[in-house]
């Protein structure tokens, strides 16, 4: 099956997840967040089932030791995004942002375990600015030092190429597709831990069902390229076509209208 033969938006879902707001308090930087482009995505493509799924806490509250267990949080943040799942979903597409984009591999595991139970037959995951191998910035040294299991979750990259390996054999009876995405001037993840993913692959054997690639994703916001992505116009544009050519096609007399 490749994405186009599913011919019914109904059948798709597109879920984002976001990543950790950067500032110390989550009201200074709103724009990480995905649920503009969610509420955008809803009314330029109605037909599709579109997911958010929002980070629980900012990283004042995270260095304070304030969150419950990782595996806990991910539970809770799994539960939630299959809450109102529908059930005659064939195709699934992922976007994680930033840390969003771990927490990706966790939801697309569960996705894949469900496969028998819902009759899935693709699945995609894309990644903008995942920290794969921790930042590659200064600042991994102070997360290092922090005691709390979900830095330890964060910084632990044998986990993260593991679950990628689990997602690709797990999912054997499906199509999976893999984007890697870096963010041009990332000031937050360098392009090495970005794109670490890349190297993994390439070093194991991919069955037919996989395909895999890697992109650089550019934005007109050159002060804050990473935390101001999900809010700029190029950028999201960019997103929307991710998004249009994992997905069936849009109707013939479809008009694109641009993010603004």
């Known amino acids: 099956m490749t994405p186009r033969q599913t011919s019914c938006e109904s059948e798709c ?148 190429r593991e679950g990628l390996d689990f997602l690709i054999d797990v999912s054997s009876e499906i199509q999976l597709r893999i984007l890697l995405g870096e963010i041009e001037h990332d000031e937050v993840v360098s392009a090495s831990s970005s794109l670490a993913p890349a190297h993994w692959l390439s070093g194991r054997h991919i069955p037919p069902h996989v395909k895999w690639g890697t992109f650089l994703i550019r934005n007109s916001n050159m002060l804050r390229p990473h935390d101001g992505l999900l809010q700029d116009p190029l950028a999201t544009a960019y997103i929307d076509g991710l998004v249009d050519g994992l997905l069936p096609t849009v109707p013939a007399d479809y008009i694109y209208e641009q993010l603004t």
């Not at 958010?52 to 509250?61: A, C, K, R």
């Not at 994680?96 to 699945?123: M, N, T």
């Open 13 to 160: 879902a597109v879920i984002c997840i976001d990543g950790i707001t950067n500032s110390l308090i989550r009201g200074i930087t709103p724009d990480i967040s995905w649920s503009q482009y969610v509420e955008w995505l809803r009314k330029r493509r109605p037909g599709l089932h579109v997911i958010h799924l929002s980070q629980p806490h900012d990283w004042g509250e995270l260095v304070m030791g304030r969150p419950d267990q990782h595996e806990r949080l991910l539970a809770d943040m799994v539960e939630q995004g299959f809450e109102h799942y529908p059930e005659d979903i064939k195709a699934v597409v992922v976007l994680g942002f930033s840390l969003g984009g771990l927490r990706a591999i966790q939801v697309l595991k569960r996705v894949a375990e469900l496969q028998r139970d819902i009759d899935l037959e693709y699945l995609a995951l894309v990644t903008f600015g995942t920290p794969f191998k921790a930042t590659g910035r200064p600042t991994d040294y102070i997360l290092q030092h922090l005691d709390y299991d979900y830095f330890q979750h964060m910084l632990d990259v044998k986990r993260h």
